[in-house]
C-alpha cells in the first residue's frame, strides 16, 4: 500500500486533491501537510506542520511515515511572486529541489505542478502546442519554467519518476485561491451571491484557460495512476478544459443572479494576463494518458452556484 505525503495541503488545490487521495487510498494513508493549520476539511485524517524549505525536516517525515508517493502543491503563485519576486523564486525552486533529491534518493513518484504561466508574449496565444516557444515574465512562470526542466533532468540522469501538468487557472468551492492572476474566476460567485457586484481586476475581454477543480484533480489523479511508458513527457504536459473572459462568466452569472453588476478595474495583473495563452492543445495528454475533461462553462458555473449557495445559506 503506497504511502502519500501532499505538500501544501491547505492550499486551493491541495484540499481538494487531499480529499480525494483519502477517498481512493484510505484516510491513514494520505499524510497531509503545511505550513499553515490544517484545514477544517482536512483535520480528519494524519497532518503534520511542515516547512517544505527545511530539507532535513522533509526527509525526517518521508522516514517516519515511509512515504512512497509526494504531491508537492506549496508555491507562490504570479501575483503574489511579482510582489516579493525573490522569495517566490527561493520558495518555488528551492522546495521542488527538495522533493525532487527524496526522489533521487528512494520515495518512488512524485507530482509537481506546473502552469499555462510557462508560456510568455512570444508564445502563439490559441490553441498554445505542448512544445513551442516559452518567454514567461513572471517570476512564477520563469520559476515553473526552470522547474519543469529540472523535473525532466531528474527524470533522465536519476531516473526519478515524476510527473506533472501545467494547470490552467483553476475554479473550486471548498477553498479559496491563494494570489494568482485566474483568482478572479472563484472570487466572482462569492461577490454574486453574498454582495450582488463585483469589482473584476482583468478587462472584460481577457480569454484565459480555466478549468474546474473536479477535473484537475481527475487529471492529476489519472497521471500519477498511468504506467510509467504512457508518460512520456517529463517536463510538463498541456492540460485544457475551458476557455472564457470575465465578461463570458459574468453572462452565464446572471442568467441565474439578474440583478447581478460587474464594473472591470483592471490592475497589475492584467498585463500577466495579458501574456499567457487564449487556449490549450492538449493532444499529448488526449493521447499519452487518454485525458478528458467533464466540465464546459455552463457545468462549472451551475456546480459552483449550486455548491456555494447551500454552503453560505447553511452559513448564515
Ligand atoms: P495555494 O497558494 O492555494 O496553496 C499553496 C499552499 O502551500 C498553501 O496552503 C501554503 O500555506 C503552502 N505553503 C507555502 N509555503 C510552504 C512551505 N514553505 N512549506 C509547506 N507548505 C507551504 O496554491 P494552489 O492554488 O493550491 O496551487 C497548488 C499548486 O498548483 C502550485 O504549485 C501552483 O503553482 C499550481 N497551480 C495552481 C493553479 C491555480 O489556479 N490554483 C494553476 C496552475 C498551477
Ligand atoms: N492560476 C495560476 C495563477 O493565476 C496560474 O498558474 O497564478
Not at 501532499?6 to 486533491?17: D, K, N, P, R, Y
Not at 525532487?100 to 490559441?126: C, D, M, Q, R
Request: charged share 25%.
Amino acid at each position: 500500500m503506497d504511502k502519500i505525503l501532499v505538500i501544501g495541503a491547505c492550499g486551493q488545490l491541495g484540499t481538494e486533491l487531499t480529499l480525494k487521495l483519502r477517498e481512493l487510498f484510505g484516510t491513514e494513508n494520505v499524510i497531509a501537510s503545511d505550513l499553515r493549520e490544517a484545514a477544517d476539511l482536512i483535520k480528519d485524517g494524519p497532518f503534520e506542520s511542515l516547512d517544505v524549505m527545511n530539507k532535513e525536516a522533509l526527509d525526517a517525515l518521508i522516514a517516519k511515515h515511509q512515504i512512497t508517493q509526494i504531491y508537492h502543491l506549496a508555491a507562490i503563485l504570479s501575483a503574489k511572486g511579482e510582489q516579493n519576486p525573490k522569495f517566490a523564486w527561493d520558495l518555488n525552486m528551492t522546495s521542488l529541489l527538495n522533493v525532487l533529491e527524496a526522489g533521487k534518493n528512494g520515495v518512488s513518484k512524485i507530482y509537481w505542478p506546473s502552469s499555462i504561466a510557462v508560456f510568455g508574449p512570444g508564445t502563439p496565444k490559441t490553441k498554445t502546442p505542448q512544445n513551442t516557444v516559452m518567454d514567461p515574465n513572471t517570476v512564477y512562470g520563469i520559476s515553473k519554467l526552470a522547474g519543469e526542466r529540472w523535473c525532466e533532468w531528474y527524470h533522465q540522469k536519476h531516473g526519478v519518476d515524476v510527473r506533472s501538468i501545467r494547470y490552467p487557472g483553476l475554479i473550486g468551492y471548498k477553498a479559496q485561491p491563494g494570489g494568482g492572476t485566474t483568482d478572479y474566476a472563484v472570487d466572482i460567485f462569492w461577490k454574486a451571491i453574498l454582495e450582488g457586484n463585483y469589482d473584476c481586476f482583468l478587462k472584460e475581454d481577457s480569454l484565459l484557460p480555466m478549468m474546474y477543480m473536479d477535473d484537475a484533480v481527475k487529471a492529476t489523479i489519472d497521471i500519477m495512476q498511468a504506467d510509467a511508458q504512457q508518460v512520456k513527457v517529463r517536463s510538463s504536459y498541456n492540460v485544457s478544459a475551458i476557455s472564457f473572459s470575465p465578461a463570458m462568466i459574468y453572462d452565464e452569472i446572471v442568467k441565474r443572479y439578474p440583478d447581478f453588476k460587474i464594473n472591470y478595474a483592471p490592475d497589475f495583473r492584467q498585463q500577466i494576463a495579458d501574456s499567457w495563452p487564449n487556449s490549450i492543445d492538449d493532444t499529448e495528454a488526449r493521447s499519452d494518458w487518454q485525458w478528458k475533461p467533464d466540465f464546459d462553462l455552463k457545468k462549472m458555473v451551475d456546480t459552483m452556484l449550486d455548491n456555494l449557495e447551500s454552503i453560505l445559506v447553511t452559513a448564515k
